[in-house]
Structure formats: C-alpha cells, structure tokens
C-alpha cells in the first residue's frame, strides 16, 4: 500500500482530499502546515506529498525545496489556489512531480496522484539499476584485469622456467623484498605493492632477444643497451593492467644505482622510489647466489659481503642495513622455488 501525506491549512480541503485518497486504497495523513510536514517525512517515508503552496508559517515553496534536499526520492504535487504559471514553472524546475489547481477536482485526482506514483516507481527501479549495473561492471572490470595480471605473472614465471639460470627469481626476489618491507615497518599497503612489482619486475624481458639473455661472452655496447630497455618495456606492459603508478614506478626504476649511474633514467638516492631500493637489493642479492650462463653462483657470504662494499654507492644503506639483519650473518632465508601466489588489494584498471 502507498503512503500519502496531505499538508492544508485548511481542514475542509483535507478532510475531502483524504476520504476520496483512502476509498482508492491509499494509506494517508494529513497535516495543518510545512513544519508539521517536515516532521512527519522525518518519521515516516511517505510516497508522495499533497503540498499547498500557500499556508501561514512554512510556505509550500520552502517546505518543498527541504522535501527535495532531505528525502529526494519522495514525489511530490504541489496544490495551488492561484493558476500562476510563474508560481508552477518555479515549483515544477524545484523538482516537484506535478500542480492541482483548487478547487481540487475529485475525479481527476486519482489519475494525478496515480501517474505521479507511477512515475516515482519508475524513477526508483531505474536508479536501482543503474547502481546494480555499475557494480556488475566494476566487479566484471576488476575480473577481467585481475585475470589480465595473473596471466602477465603467469607469463613472466613461463618466461622463467624456459631458463635454468633464472627460474623463481621473480618469486625469490618477492619474497626477499616481502622481509624487508616488514624489516622497515612499512605499511601494508605499500608493501604489498613492492612485492606485487617484484612479482613482475622483469616481464619487460619479453621483448629482450633471447640470444642475448642467453648469451655466456660479454655483451657488446649495442647488445647492454638492448636488454636495459626491459625495465621500460615492462612499465608499459603492465600499465593497461595495473592502476598504480608507485608499482609502474617500481619497475621501471628497479635498476637505478644510489649513486645515479643505474638506468632508465639514472635517478639516484631519494629520487629513486623506495620500492625500486628495495627491489634493487632483493633483485643482485638473488642474480649473485644463482647460476648464470657466465658464471657460477656466489656463496651467500661472498654476496652479503659483495652488497657491503656497494652500499652507499650502489645501494641504499637503510635498505642494505635491513637486509643484513634479516640474514643475521647467516645466509638469508629466501623463499625455495615453489610458486607464490598473487594475491593483492592493489588497484587495477
């Protein structure tokens, strides 16, 4: 059953509107003034309002305009004893549904009230759809590019495995910048985008040629150039997946240097983002300790004393000092080479 409130000074015109809105099976109440108006919405949400324009105290005009801003999915006819157009076009802009002009006529108001209810209806289901579709869209949206990025991680492990040399050191990597986040106290939100960017901070290997990822003698000039662009290459496949420039920051400058002589950009010190220090670490600490097509791994020492030399030149010595202390003169308890899973609550597109 709907609910209509009738607000009249005068009791006559209440009393007769209020028998003909209750034998069409209506549910109302009729009230004297605008404050009183405002006083029964605040306590019950009523459908619709019979609104007299003219009434001491309140106006219909001022009362409406408080209907509107408070309670906007309430309809409201406003009831006038003048045919004022300006009075009409003012109340009709305001937002009011529809105007009956006194002295109401019994046989039309049924249809007036009835089409302005219909039209509330309609208005509500819409709204309710349009917000159901947009939520459906964003959680739709939100799939599809978490899929997006869990094939990119996929893609980059594949990459990985296709290599002895190099298989799990994104994971490993993750993981090592995983310990120190927590080592440093930061917050989980920007530690879950560091190991989320160690995840992936080599994908730009993609479009770095296989020969020379592969390759045992020492890279020409031309050939060192051609794998530093992975950096970038990476930053620009991972931007149509990831909503978050700190992360895209983060692997694009994992191989800046402390002292300014890393690329693409040869940031140095805080110029580099914390993440891309911190990755940086995590990244030499495990290419050091692994197989290479060049060379043999280093013994755990061997690379912990190699990363003391380096930091302050190299590496940041906050984040050094970190990781020395998670290894606690012992090798350092890197993750083995299961898979980790992606699991963040960082943005996507």
């Not at 029964?40 to 009362?63: C, N, R, T």
């Not at 009835?114 to 947009?134: M, P, Q, S």
């Amino acid at each position: 059953m709907e609910h209509i409130l009738i607000v009249d000074d005068l009791a006559s015109i209440r009393k007769i509107v209020y028998r003909k809105l209750v034998s069409e099976g209506y549910k109302c109440r009729e009230v004297p003034d605008g404050d009183s108006a405002l006083e029964a919405i605040s306590e019950f949400e009523y459908d619709l309002v019979l609104l007299d324009v003219s009434m001491p105290g309140k106006s219909g005009i001022e009362v409406l305009r408080e209907i509107l801003a408070i309670y906007p999915d309430t309809s409201v006819i406003m009831v006038t004893s003048r045919d004022d157009a300006g009075t009409v076009i003012e109340t009709m802009k305001m937002g009011a549904c529809d105007y009956i002009i006194k002295p109401v006529n019994l046989s039309e108001l049924p249809i007036r009230v009835r089409k302005a209810l219909d039209r509330r209806k309609l208005v509500l289901e819409n709204k309710e759809y349009r917000l159901h579709l947009e939520d459906k869209v964003k959680e739709q949206t939100e799939k599809i590019h978490e899929a997006f990025l869990n094939s990119i991680t996929s893609l980059a492990f594949a990459l990985e495995a296709r290599d002895k040399y190099t298989s799990g050191h994104s994971q490993r990597v993750s993981k090592i910048a995983l310990l120190i986040c927590r080592r440093l106290g930061l917050k989980q939100s920007y530690t879950e985008k560091v190991t989320l960017a160690g995840l992936v901070h080599d994908i730009g290997k993609i479009g770095i040629k296989e020969s020379i990822l592969m390759k045992k003698e020492p890279l020409t000039d031309e050939e060192y150039s051609h794998i530093m662009a992975h950096s970038v290459i990476g930053e620009h496949i991972l931007r149509p997946a990831i909503n978050d420039e700190e992360i895209l920051k983060i692997v694009r400058h994992h191989h800046e240097r402390y002292n300014g002589t890393g690329y693409p950009d040869g940031l140095a010190r805080q110029r580099i983002p914390l993440g891309a220090r911190i990755l940086a670490v995590a990244d030499i600490y495990d290419a050091m300790t692994s197989d290479r097509p060049y060379r043999k791994a280093m013994k755990p020492n061997v690379a912990i004393d190699e990363l003391k030399k380096q930091s302050r030149h190299m590496f940041d010595p906050v984040v050094v000092n970190a990781f020395f202390s998670i290894a606690s003169g012992s090798p350092v308890a890197v993750p083995n080479r299961k898979r980790v899973a992606v699991k963040s609550r960082v943005s996507i597109k």
